[in-house]
Structures are given as structure tokens and as C-alpha cells.
């Protein structure tokens, strides 16, 4: 008997490549189709997830924080920052007012870390509860170093204090023309520092100072030094003191208000010839200080804060999915409701499907798709850039760099503001999926979602 050997015929073969390539492209189509119809709601509920997390930001942290729409790249980053060491003293209840701390003592943290006293200090009545009050001998308290204190986006420092200026002599600071100028502005008394990194203090003459870098030596390569007017801060009294810097913007506030600065040795002229902020916090090996024992502050302090900026969270739009009005910065205040100085108003934002001639039209060989042309630079720019990380996700902390810069220039020739009229009125728009209007139409688009966010920080849509 013949044995038969089992197999296929090429023909038959043929037969089932064909149907499964029939089945596959069929397939294709239809996965295509769904994540067509998908591709805007999913975007437009990551693009409400950034957004709130930049309101989040604010209500956590208590400090202002910003989302930046970058329509250009269809790309949206959230910033804000994070508690990372507290100490509000009231360990020190027990004590009695006037009760001088032993050198060595420990007092305990918000998150457990223990702040050691160095110097003279006693205890005194804080602004709420307990406090510290520094007097003399390098006076400051050193918390042992910690990986989560760097802080190389930029961070914010905050706390109450009671300033006793040193005395000025009668005729003190005066010259023979007549001119006179304050010499306690010399002197500087830390309220936190970390050396190499940071530093928040006072001027003898009552100006609120920051220095991002090398504290012990402001005039170095790579140390920044600002400090607001003579006189914003009065002795003798309970005075909240911030300052907070994001890699981007530098603010010092004196009781909830910013004051105008300038960088130390340059006079408030012409804010274009002052050197640029740098772009990042130095990174250091130092202990966390309240005061500094070669600055030592000269008074009482409470409520100390130290806080990070975070990674900014972002996220690009697939390339089917844009952005139809021009970049722009959304601000929320330290309640999380939309900052009252830069918006009137509530906020929309409109995110809209493209047709295929619109996106081939626009599309970005970074993945980002912006309703508005690219100019033929940035194409070309983009175009040479490799498959690397940065090209892939973008810059977006130099993309809102650029931005201000524009916004800012644009402000002080008054060709605008800070943030442009939206194309649609907030009040009146309707949140959620719908009909584009005219305009986006003759556009291209086919879908439309719209956000609002409302003066009280609430998202809809």
C-alpha cells in the first residue's frame, strides 16, 4: 500500500492568504473607524485631566499654578508645586515664653524631620501658637539633608516672620551732595536657605530678597540675586513673606501682594538689560537651614514652608485632534479659581477633529497638529530633529518661555495682553461635544468639544 504524504497545495494556500488578508483589512478599517469616532472625547478628557491638575496644584499646595495650551504642537502642560518640609513649632507648647533652647535641640517637622537648633533661640509666641525667636551667635536651625529638598525646576519658600531692623544712626547714609542711600541694605538676615541652592531673607532696610544659586557668594557665575524696594517690610510685626520661582517667572510677595523687583546691582530702568533668570535651580549637597548662621535673622519666625516645583504634566493631542484657538496660559490663583489679575473671565477652550486635508495640511512631524499654520522655520526646525525624547515630546517649560516673552513684549507695546479674547463667549457656550460653528467649518473640522472653566475654577466639559 502507497503511503500518501499530507499537506497543502500552493493554490490552497493562495485561497486562505487571500481571505486573511481580506479579514485583516477589514479589521483594520473598522479599528480605524472606531478610534476615529473615539480619538476627541478621549482627548478632550486628557486635556480636562491637565487641567485639573494644575487646579489641584493650587488648592494642595496653596500656591498659584498655570496650564500652557500650546496650539502650535497641540500640546498642553500643567505646572505647580509640592509641600516637601514644614514647621509650624507648636512641639514647643510645652515651653514657656522666653525659654532658651538648648544647643542641639531637635524640633520635629511636618513630615517627621528634625530641624536642629544652632545658636541662641528661644521660644516666643508665634503667629499662631508657638514660635522661634533667634537672637544672637549664627542663631538658625539645620535639618539634615534630603533627596526630595532638590529642586531643579524651581521652588517656592514661605513663612511669617516678626523683624527687628537694626538701628540706623542719625545722618547715617547721607554724603556731602546731599544724596543718601540706606546702608542696612547691605546686610542680609536668611529666613530659609539652602546653600548653593536657594535662599529667602530679608535686607537690613526691610526689602524682601531671593537668590537661586550660591547664597554666600551672590556675585558668582550662576547665582541669580533680586530683592524688592527699601522699607516692604515694618519691624516689629507679624509679616507673611513668599517667594517662589518656576524656572520661568521669579515672585516675591509680602503679605499675598507681589513687589516689584530687580536684580541686586541693576536699577529698575530697563528690565530688558537685566541678566535672564536661569533656567534651573543648582543642584547642592547642603542641609536645609532656617536662618543661616553666618546670616542669622534678627527677630521671630513661624510657619515655615518650603515647597518644589513639580514635573510639569503634559499631554500632545493624536494628530487627527487640534486646538482651534492661539496659545495661551491659564492661570489659577492660590485657591484654585482662575487668577482675577489675568483673567476677567471665564475660560474656553476648544478642541476640534480635523479633516484629513486639515490635518495633512498641518500635521507636525513632532505628532502635534495646530489649526493655525506653522511658520515655514519651526517646520523646517522640527523636520531636522531626531527621534529623540525631546523631539518626541517637545519642550514645553521653552515653548511657555517663548510664549511670555512674546505675551510680555506684546503688553508693554500695547498690541495685547497676557491673555487673548477666546473666539467664542464663554458664558454662552454650551461644554461638551457638538456642532462646530461657522468659522471652524471653513476650517475643516468636524467635531468640536468645548471646555469652560468658570472664575471659580470649575471645569465643564
Not at 529642586?151 to 531692623?165: D, I
Not at 511658520?375 to 519642550?395: K, Q, T, W, Y
Request: glycine share 12%.
Amino acid at each position: 500500500m502507497l503511503n500518501r504524504t499530507l499537506g497543502f497545495t500552493l493554490i490552497e494556500l493562495a485561497i486562505v492568504l487571500s481571505i486573511l488578508a481580506l479579514v485583516a483589512g477589514m479589521s483594520i478599517g473598522v479599528y480605524r473607524t472606531v478610534i476615529g469616532q473615539n480619538s476627541l472625547p478621549i482627548a478632550a478628557s486628557q486635556v480636562s485631566s491637565i487641567i485639573r491638575a494644575a487646579h489641584n496644584f493650587s488648592v494642595s499646595s496653596g500656591l498659584p499654578s498655570r496650564v500652557y495650551i500650546d496650539a502650535d504642537q497641540g500640546l498642553i502642560t500643567a505646572f505647580g508645586y509640592e509641600l516637601v518640609a514644614a514647621w509650624s513649632f507648636e512641639d514647643l507648647e510645652p515651653w514657656a515664653e522666653g525659654d532658651r533652647l538648648a544647643r542641639g535641640t531637635e524640633i520635629v517637622g511636618a513630615f517627621g524631620e528634625l530641624a536642629e537648633v544652632q545658636g541662641v533661640i528661644e521660644v516666643g509666641d508665634g503667629r499662631i501658637g508657638r514660635g522661634v525667636v533667634l537672637l544672637d551667635e549664627g542663631a538658625s536651625l539645620v535639618a539634615q539633608r534630603r533627596p526630595r529638598y532638590d529642586a531643579p525646576r524651581g521652588f517656592s519658600l514661605e513663612a511669617w516672620v516678626m523683624f527687628w531692623p537694626p538701628p540706623l544712626a542719625k545722618g547715617e547714609g547721607s554724603d556731602r551732595r546731599g544724596a543718601w542711600s540706606d546702608p542696612r541694605r547691605q546686610d542680609r538676615f536668611a529666613v530659609v536657605s539652602r546653600p548653593g541652592s536657594w535662599e529667602m531673607g530679608l535686607l537690613g532696610d526691610g526689602a524682601l530678597y531671593a537668590v537661586i544659586g550660591d547664597a554666600d557668594h551672590p556675585e558668582s557665575s550662576g547665582t541669580y540675586a533680586a530683592a524688592t524696594a527699601s522699607g516692604e517690610v515694618i519691624g516689629s510685626r507679624w509679616t507673611h513673606l513668599r517667594v517662589s520661582f518656576d524656572g520661568l517667572e521669579l515672585t516675591l510677595e509680602v503679605d499675598g501682594i507681589a513687589r516689584e523687583w530687580a536684580p541686586e546691582d541693576f536699577e529698575k530702568v530697563d528690565p530688558r538689560d537685566w541678566p535672564p533668570l536661569p533656567e534651573t535651580v543648582p543642584a547642592g549637597d547642603h542641609e536645609l537651614m532656617i536662618s543661616h548662621p553666618n546670616r542669622f535673622f534678627f527677630g521671630a519666625i513661624d510657619e515655615v514652608k518650603v515647597r518644589v516645583a513639580l514635573e510639569p504634566k503634559s499631554y500632545r493631542l493624536p494628530v487627527e485632534v487640534g486646538f482651534l484657538d492661539p496659545s495661551r496660559l491659564v492661570r489659577f490663583d492660590t485657591r484654585g479659581s482662575l487668577d482675577p489679575i489675568h483673567h476677567a473671565d471665564a475660560v474656553l477652550v476648544r478642541i476640534g477633529e480635523l479633516g484629513e486635508d486639515l490635518v495633512e495640511e498641518v500635521g507636525s512631524p513632532a505628532g502635534g497638529t495646530s489649526v493655525a499654520p506653522v511658520e515655514a522655520a519651526e517646520e523646517e526646525a522640527l523636520a531636522d530633529e531626531s527621534e529623540s525624547e525631546e523631539a518626541i515630546l517637545g519642550d514645553p517649560v521653552g515653548a511657555l518661555a517663548r510664549y511670555l516673552d512674546e505675551q510680555i513684549r506684546a503688553a508693554k507695546s500695547g498690541e495685547g495682553g497676557l491673555d487673548g479674547d477666546p473666539s467664542l463667549d464663554p458664558n454662552r457656550a454650551t461644554p461638551g461635544e457638538g456642532e462646530p460653528d461657522a468659522g471652524s467649518r471653513e476650517r475643516g473640522v468636524k467635531r468640536i468639544h468645548r471646555i469652560i472653566i468658570d472664575l471659580t475654577g470649575t471645569i465643564r466639559g
